[in-house]
Structure formats: C-alpha cells, structure tokens
Nanobody, 124 residues
Framework: QVQLVESGGGLVQAGGSLRLSCAAS????????MGWFRRAPGKEREFVAS????????YYADSVKGRFTISRDNYSNTVYLQMDTLKPEDTAVYYC?????????????????WGQGTQVTVSS
C-alpha cells in the first residue's frame, strides 16, 4: 500500500521560507515521478512542481518559478519542496503525489496516490 506523509507546513511571514517534506512508502520510490500541488481556500487544486524519478527533470508553475525548488532523495524515499520568498497568495494546503510512471508531469490525472496535505499560511 502506497503511503505519502507530508510535513513541514506552518505559519510564516511574507518573504520567509519553509521546507516541505513528503515521505513515501509502499513502492520503489525511484521508479516514480513526484509532484506537489496546492489548494487555497475557495480555489481549485493547482500544480506547483514535479520531479522525475531520477531527479533529472523538473517542472514548475509560473507562479512559483524562481522561488520554489523541488528535490528528492531516493535513498530516504523523500521528496522536498523548498519555498523561499513566500507570499500571502502561497497560503494553501500543500499535497504531494506520486505519478503513474517515472516521468515528471504537471497533469493531475497522471498522479495516482496523494498525501493528506500540510497547511502553509503566509502572513502579510
């Protein structure tokens, strides 16, 4: 059974940083791409970042490009999202997900397992 557990969310002031972690279990981690998504209050879930199984390819939403960095450690089965220069509009519940193959993808239907989410709140 695949399990994804996010951690690292919290309250931070605008301009600050947070690092989210997602610990995965239940499948060979390095064989699958991973992604981060978020859902703000009253809004649809949106893509944030993704990384291929090898870590060699990444994609970012335009809204976070240059501020967020996705990475992974295939030895510890963990994917990270380093978030810098945070803005109030980054406030959301952040979810990690595992894709159906080794590719990185921005398409939500390509992801088959999801974590429970971690709250990120950025105050102005």
């Amino acid at each position: 059974q695949v399990q994804l557990v996010e951690s690292g969310g919290g309250l931070v002031q605008a301009g600050g940083s947070l690092r989210l972690s997602c610990a995965a279990s239940g499948r060979t981690f390095s064989n699958y791409g991973m992604g981060w998504f978020r859902r703000a209050p009253g809004k649809e879930r949106e893509f944030v970042a993704s990384i291929s199984g090898s870590g060699g390819r990444t994609y970012y939403a335009d809204s976070v490009k240059g501020r967020f960095t996705i990475s992974r450690d295939n030895y510890s089965n963990t994917v990270y999202l380093q978030m810098d220069t945070l803005k109030p509009e980054d406030t959301a519940v952040y979810y990690c997900a595992t894709s159906q193959g080794s590719f990185a993808t921005m398409v939500v239907r390509n992801y088959d397992y999801w974590g429970q989410g971690t709250q990120v709140t950025v105050s102005s």
